[in-house]
């Protein structure tokens, strides 16, 4: 069952198509809500996203894809949520432990790629808000600029413009050198 | 990777990066399964004498919440799901004169408003998630009903250890608790005159003893919660009792009050397998009975 085929089913009220769409998707709107800042009520956030979408499931254009609409009011909850707290959302992730076991090999140049990461998300958690979350689009979340325009509702040139600054900053904080 | 050039080579690593980041989530089918739990059309809704226009007819899944619809005093309506294309718009808008929007912390109210639901749909969700274990280990709810707080979790709750008597409890005799209390005090006839019996927090809750450690409390059920009861699976089963819903907290359980003045949660003891239903406008809550049958039985002899 594609995705097409799942929202047709959903549409004509077979919650069972539903759930396989939320099944689908659940990780890839876990890790959206908490890398836009959603924290450890990443789980609400997701819940209430998935709700809601399926609520304005007959707003979807069929002929659209139907992800960067459903991140996109992930995004819109996790916004909110954030907005509510009245405080600055926060990347919430961290490098896995595996990062470690990479290059056994070679423990020292894995130890200093460990680090250049370590610095790296450290130097995107600490951008300014619009340029984190077009990189966190981009690049951790792996969305086009056109869905990430969407996701975010931002125009293509924000985009393009915040993306291009956060990278900017981003050298200047962590130099040239490659892991 | 990037249109830009200059950053195409930090833009690959950024990507990398991706791959070393983690982030938990929970299993997709529990999600899966709890989505679907919110979006059932509501199949068996109490009718509750207290709990105006309780029952959803619609058969469309989508229904939104009745929004014109008083419920329960602590079940305030939830706005209308907004347009998902407006990310400016509130979640939830706040909710004047809700009397536990001045007396709890920011983070509790926050997670209560997030859950809050108009009383019937929380009811459906109970009745179906019983009947799904995926979805009675995913949800999460707080379901105020006959006053008390039922507050629904995923895993067993931490027993209380030390057991607290209620705010201001003092026995009275049996005979005289009717004069003592600010509502009307029935007697199951199923028990008899209780063994003793006692008032607590300025005459709001009513409390009666049977042998063999049966316990009936009575208050005033249309207030806010005086009770509240961590719960985790199994969740509790819907038992139809002389013409109202009762509900079925089938294993023990840490028992608390919700103080009047503030609302502070005071542990009070662990309880025993109860049945909490309301009546009028009191709330009822029967500990001690052992089955669910019995204690059926027992309240229907209260209802008469």
């Known amino acids: 069952m594609d995705d097409d085929e799942a929202i047709g089913r959903s549409l004509a009220g077979d919650l069972s198509a539903y759930e396989a769409l939320v099944a689908r998707y659940s990780a890839l709107a876990h890790r959206t809500a908490a890398m836009l800042g959603a924290g450890d009520e990443a789980e609400d956030v997701v819940q209430e996203a998935f709700v809601k979408a399926f ?42 432990a595996t990062a470690e076991i990479k290059a056994p090999d070679d423990p020292e140049g894995s130890a200093v790629a460990t680090d250049r990461r370590a610095r790296l998300l450290e130097a995107v958690r600490h951008l300014p808000e619009r340029e984190r979350q077009a990189v966190v689009c981009r690049y951790f979340l792996q969305l086009t600029e056109a869905e990430t325009a969407q996701v975010l509702d931002w125009p293509l040139g924000t985009v393009k413009s915040s993306t291009h600054r956060g990278l900017a900053r981003l050298r200047e904080e962590v130099g040239n050198e490659l892991a | 990777m990037s249109s830009h050039d200059p950053f195409d ?79 400016g718009a509130r979640r939830h808008p706040p909710a004047p004169g809700r009397r536990d929007d001045e007396r709890r912390p920011p983070a509790q109210r926050r997670r209560r ?132 819903t009762a509900w079925w907290l089938g294993g023990e359980h840490p028992l608390g009050y919700l103080k009047r003045q503030d609302g502070t949660s005071v542990p009070l003891r662990q309880a025993q397998a109860t049945l909490i239903w309301q009546s009028g406008t009191v709330g009822y809550r029967l500990e001690g009975a052992g089955t669910k049958e019995r204690a059926a039985e027992i309240a229907a002899t209260l209802l008469q």
Request: net charge negative.
């Open chain 1, 55 to 96: 609520r304005h499931l007959s707003t979807f254009r069929r002929d659209a894809p139907f992800r960067p609409w459903l991140l996109r009011i992930v995004a819109n909850e996790t916004h909110n949520l954030t907005r509510s707290r009245g405080r600055r959302s926060e990347l919430a992730v961290r490098l896995s």
């Open chain 2, 9 to 87: 080579d930090l833009a690959a690593e950024l990507t990398a990066l991706a791959d070393f980041l983690d982030v938990p989530y929970p299993p997709p089918n529990d999600v899966a399964s709890a989505v679907r739990a919110r979006l059932e059309p509501t199949r068996d809704t109490p009718a509750i004498s207290d709990t105006p226009a309780t029952r959803e007819t619609s058969a469309t899944p989508d229904a939104p919440e009745p929004s014109d619809t008083p419920a329960t005093p602590e079940a305030a309506p939830e706005a209308p799901p907004e347009a998902p294309d407006v990310p």
């Open chain 2, 113 to 244: 408003a997030r859950w809050r639901i108009v009383t019937a749909i929380i009811l459906a969700v109970i009745a179906i998630t019983a009947a799904t274990p995926q979805g009675r280990a995913a949800v999460r709810a707080i379901l105020h009903y006959a006053g008390i707080e039922l507050r629904l979790g995923e895993s067993t709750p931490e027993p209380v250890t030390t057991p607290t008597p209620l705010p201001g409890e003092h026995a009275v005799a049996p005979a005289d608790l009717s004069t003592q209390v600010r509502f009307p005090v029935k007697t199951p006839t199923a028990l008899g005159t209780p063994q003793r019996a006692t008032v607590s927090d300025n005459g709001r809750v009513a409390s009666m003893f049977w042998q063999g450690g049966i316990r009936l409390d009575q208050f005033d059920g249309t207030l806010s919660p005086y009770f509240f009861k961590s719960v985790g699976p199994p969740w509790p089963e819907d038992v139809p009792v002389g013409g109202v």
